[in-house]
């Protein structure tokens, strides 16, 4: 019997060993997202065990990291593990900035533990990485209608650095169509050498929405991002605003007032985004202009090609008394309009003189910003009757027309052939300046024979009707009254009785 019991324990012992060498337990590397965190955030990781055959009860789950600072989560235990593979998973953060490697260690019933292969993830600080902003979306935006939005990404670091830049929209109902740019998704994983900075553009299609929403932009796991309203516009508002700077005590400085009225961006075709702003105009004082002329040398040189002479300080003081005596009758219009079907970009002009006496060298300079070109030789500009020359490649044109007459509008068109992110608020008010003005004398027509007839104005053609009109009156009067009162001449006897 004692011989009976001792080969029963022993044949038990000997299945026992075989059952759990048969279930051993195997521990896969664990599966995680990036391997670039920022301190402070945490990561979910996944790890998946399995048997060789039959099951085991894992009693213990551990994770182990080198160095040490790498806080894992717990998973609660004893759970099975079968051939067919459980997966668990845990959440691993740090507050300090380092490398470390970490695997699991799991312990089955029977004491036997089994190991991952090692992992290694980095936490960097977040500011180690920032994200500035090249590109603001339009503020109001129309339904078809495209805009973008574009941002740098800063690795400031010594190491390489790899990060998810995300374009998100917060708002139930949908507006972004398309959040893309040629192929690039919404969410874009962008890796940065040590130093190095990289720009994220996204162009996206406005659907149908109402009210605001928000598109934001998020750098990482950070809290960073940088968030934008955009507002379905419905109707074009106009807004009008003067204001006035005088000189500081002492009578120095003179005084600038600047007379502004702007219309916010305008509905324009599908696949046209249009902004537009009118009476942009700054109205300077005679020492104001002379100033500017002075500390201005792209203007000098413009003024010197229009004039065709050096700049004398007598031809300043005309050119300014000139300038400041007619730029009250000006007005000037700019309106941008993209094209995002055919990708083209437009940027217009328009000068208006209300005077009523002839501008002669009328001179326009104009600065271009570098959202639309960042130099001149990629624009194609447009600008009949003026004469045209680049002062500056930034780009910066002056444009000289050898006469202005009363009510003409002048047209300047700057285009190029790419959607471009640029906004009306870039644009600063052209500069104008005139060198003198004459009387006006509207132009003569021909007529056969050499004659020739001369096209009245308005206010003429009411002077000479009323000349006209006086001079019947009064002749009808003479004649009246000669015939009623006048004395009878001797040739004008009485009719002799019959």
């Given amino acids: 019997m004692r011989l009976f019991k001792i080969a029963a324990f022993w044949a038990f012992s000997t299945i026992m060993m075989v059952s759990s060498a048969l279930a051993a337990v195997t521990v896969n590397d664990p599966v995680y997202d990036t391997t670039t965190v920022d301190t402070g955030t945490t990561r979910t990781v996944s790890v998946t065990m399995s048997t060789d055959s039959g099951s085991s009860t894992i009693n213990s789950f551990s994770v182990s990291s080198s160095p040490s600072g790498l806080t894992a989560g717990s998973v609660d235990t004893p759970f099975t593990v079968s051939t067919s593979g459980a997966t668990k998973t845990f959440t691993i953060s740090s507050s300090t900035a380092n490398t470390y490697t970490f695997s699991v260690t799991v312990v089955d019933s029977n004491g036997a533990s089994s190991s991952s292969g090692s992992a290694t993830i980095e936490y960097v600080n977040p500011s180690s990485l920032t994200m500035e902003i090249v590109e603001d979306p339009l503020g109001t935006v129309y339904e078809g209608n495209n805009t973008g939005m574009s941002v740098n990404i800063q690795n400031s670091l010594g190491s390489s650095q790899t990060r998810n830049v995300t374009l998100y929209q917060n708002k139930s109902n949908t507006f972004v169509v398309n959040t893309s740019l040629g192929s690039s998704a919404a969410v874009q994983a962008i890796t940065l050498t040590a130093g190095e900075t990289k720009s994220v553009t996204w162009n996206i299609t406005i659907g149908s929405f109402t009210g605001t929403g928000h598109a934001i932009i998020r750098l990482g796991d950070t809290t960073e991002s940088k968030v934008w309203t955009l507002t379905k516009g419905t109707t074009t508002t106009a807004s009008s605003a003067t204001t006035t700077t005088s000189g500081g005590a002492g009578g120095g400085g003179g005084t600038t007032t600047t007379t502004t009225t702007t219309t916010t961006t305008v509905r324009g075709p599908p696949g046209h985004e249009i902004q537009n702003i009118v009476r942009e105009l700054v109205q300077r004082k005679n020492e104001e202009i002379k100033s500017l002329i002075d500390s201005n040398e792209e203007l000098q040189t413009g003024l010197r090609i229009a004039l065709g002479k050096e700049l004398s300080a007598e031809i300043k003081a005309i050119v300014a008394a000139t300038t400041e005596k007619i730029q009250k009758n000006v007005a000037a219009n700019r309106t941008i309009d993209v094209d995002t079907t055919n990708q083209k970009s437009t940027v217009e002009v328009k000068i208006?003189?209300?005077?009523?006496?002839?501008?002669?060298?009328?001179?326009?300079?104009?600065?271009?910003?570098?959202?639309?070109?960042?130099?001149?030789?990629?624009?194609?500009?447009?600008?009949?009757?003026?004469?045209?020359?680049?002062?500056?490649?930034?780009?910066?044109?002056?444009?000289?027309?050898?006469?202005?007459?009363?009510?003409?509008?002048?047209?300047?068109?700057?285009?190029?052939?790419?959607?471009?992110?640029?906004?009306?608020?870039?644009y600063a008010a052209p500069i104008m300046l005139a060198e003198s003005t004459q009387v006006y004398v509207p132009p003569t027509t021909t007529l056969p024979g050499n004659a020739t007839t001369t096209t009245l104005s308005a206010t003429e053609k009411v002077n000479m009707t009323f000349v006209l009109a006086v001079v019947l009156i009064l002749a009808g009067l003479v004649w009246y009254y000669h015939q009623n009162y006048g004395k009878k001449q001797p040739w004008q006897a009485a009719a002799r009785p019959k």
Avoid: M
């Avoid at 009328?362 to 001149?376: G, W």
């Avoid at 500056?392 to 002048?410: A, I, L, R």
């Avoid at 047209?411 to 471009?420: A, F, G, L």
């Fill in 352 to 426: 208006k003189y209300n005077g009523t006496e002839q501008v002669n060298n009328f001179i326009i300079k104009d600065v271009v910003p570098k959202s639309f070109a960042d130099r001149s030789s990629k624009i194609t500009v447009t600008a009949p009757g003026a004469v045209v020359n680049v002062t500056k490649d930034d780009p910066e044109y002056t444009f000289t027309y050898s006469t202005v007459t009363p009510n003409e509008e002048k047209k300047i068109t700057y285009s190029v052939n790419e959607r471009v992110f640029t906004t009306i608020g870039e």
